[in-house]
């Protein structure tokens, strides 16, 4: 499955950089793209002329191991990758309510439409930091912005850091190619229960799998 969606990404990179010179990738953290990233990392590409952002981000310093931007750092822009232009989300704002403005400003400088968005998927059928039940995800989910504070429900899925900054979908559906990347019995189960629902407030994925402005192709491996 890596392999395959190794060469997805590297081929998609390679046709945004011969038509318009410049590409956006943007990735999520988490354990199960570690070892893509590690392999994207030393690909034969004009890193120089890729931007790297973050789907979503703990509300914590970059040097947290709770850091989607370390798990990047230390996995991606590593090796010929370290000369891709990264875009994190924390900023010096107390709250990821208050920093949301300056990060959508990022954002909006990024090059697009993105070549490529990577999702993941959460056992709650969170996306991004879309999450059930969360303070702002009604205002995310209708935001016409790149990113937007979220304060989620504590749980064993959020652990301690339920501050987050997400991507919104307005934003994520800015992508030419949309990937979902899960893994497991239970992430399948999820997906296809997200299949059968539009309720997008409680299973956030369902919005994506639903919508019709990006194809979301799914990768999945037991």
Not at 50 to 69: F, G, H, K, P, Y
Not at 120 to 126: F, I, L, N, T, V
Not at 174 to 196: E, P
Request: a negative charge.
């Amino acid at each position: 499955m890596l392999e395959t969606l190794y060469q997805v990404v590297v081929d998609d990179l390679e046709l945004a950089l011969e038509q318009n010179s410049q590409a956006t990738l943007l990735l999520s953290g988490g354990s199960t793209p570690a070892p893509l990233y590690q392999r994207l990392s030393s690909a034969n590409l004009d890193w120089g002329k890729v931007s790297i952002a973050l789907v979503d981000e703990r509300w914590v310093d970059q040097d947290s191991s709770a850091s989607n931007e370390r798990l990047l750092r230390e996995n991606m822009l590593v090796n010929q990758a370290a000369e891709a232009t990264f875009k994190g989300m924390k900023n010096d704002h107390p709250t990821p309510f208050d920093g949301a403005a300056e990060c959508s400003a990022d954002y909006a400088r990024l090059p697009s439409p993105f070549a490529i968005c990577l999702l993941g998927m959460g056992p709650d059928g969170h996306t991004a930091s879309l999450f059930p039940g969360a303070e702002g995800l009604r205002a995310a989910l209708d935001s016409k912005h790149h990113c937007a504070g979220i304060r989620a429900v504590k749980s064993d899925v959020t652990g301690d850091n339920v501050e987050r900054m997400t991507m919104t979908p307005w934003s994520i559906l800015q992508s030419r190619r949309l990937i979902l990347l899960i893994t497991g019995d239970d992430k399948w189960g999820i997906y296809c229960k997200a299949r059968q629902s539009q309720t997008s407030a409680k299973l956030p994925i369902s919005l994506f799998i639903h919508q019709d402005s990006v194809l979301l192709e799914v990768y999945w491996a037991p």
